[in-house]
């Protein structure tokens, strides 16, 4: 952020190309985030489609007796509601600090996890939804979170 705030130390034209510069990285931001969304209502379109699948039953007795029994729904959704209420306050935190949005790819696999999670307990297709509006609420938040700061940013340049 530092690097953002000192362009009032170039002259006009390093200043200009290092305004587009920015723009461009903040452009970006915004874009992985809308490729991480797609790609996760992907996931979601294939969970939806094998909302049957319990993957308990299909794995052999062996593996099924070191696995163990697994988990009950309610307790893939009490996991589920933990993840969204601390992701949501870990993003919100960092917005009224006016901290720069985080782009990783480790998200996507965070939110189709439970997908996964439910379909070993058997119950994905009772719990598609909550999954699916889950992931899209921390998405959307996630693209305010880079609105916000892309405008406190032009501010800052202006």
Known sequence: MLRENNIYNLDNGHRSMHIKELSDRRYMMSRHNLW??????????YAYAIGDLNLFELASEPLRQILGYPPPAYLVSIALAVYFFSAVSLTLTAMVRGGQPEQKWNQIGYRSAFYFFYAFSGSISTNF?????VGLV?????QCHICIYNKRMIDLEK
């Open 138 to 142: 921390l998405y959307g938040l996630d």
């Open 129 to 133: 939804l909550a999954v699916l509006i």
């Open 36 to 45: 991480e969304m797609i790609l996760f209502v992907v996931v979601s379109i």
